[in-house]
């Protein structure tokens, strides 16, 4: 029998960070200090918030904010792509494993989400520094 590939197991990848990101989204506005018993609070979730520059990956043309959520085999992440004056105009979730990847553009729902957290690391300040630390180095 053979594993599943990225694309057709993204969807269900999606679904199942999304849930949890939405669960700790709310513990985390209604009290920073909230935790989830399973999943900790929002931010132990993720592994890095950074940026990209163009040119990092062959054939990469724009530069992203990355949310990562895990590294290895699979891997994945949500990929912001931003104006200059770093609104974001698209979001992507990115899920990776050995030589294969498969993504989804975000909508609805799930775009709302991301989106509101982006908005919450730009208001902090975070979205600002990780880009300057990104093309300063």
Known sequence: MTQPNCK?????????????????WKLY????????????????????????PPGTWKDQKRGY????????GPSDEFRFFTNPDFSPYR???WFMDWYD???????GRDYDLLMEIFEDFRECGTVEHVYRTAVEA
């Open 8 to 24: 057709e197991r993204v969807s269900a990848e999606l679904r199942g960070r999304i849930q949890d990101i939405r669960k700790l």
């Open 29 to 52: 506005h209604d009290d920073p200090e909230k935790s989830d018993e399973d999943l900790g609070r929002f931010e132990e979730y993720g592994l890095a918030f950074d940026y990209v």
């Open 65 to 72: 904010f990355r949310y990562q959520l895990s590294w290895g």
């Open 91 to 93: 979001v992507e979730y």
């Open 101 to 107: 990847g498969a993504r989804k553009i975000l909508k």
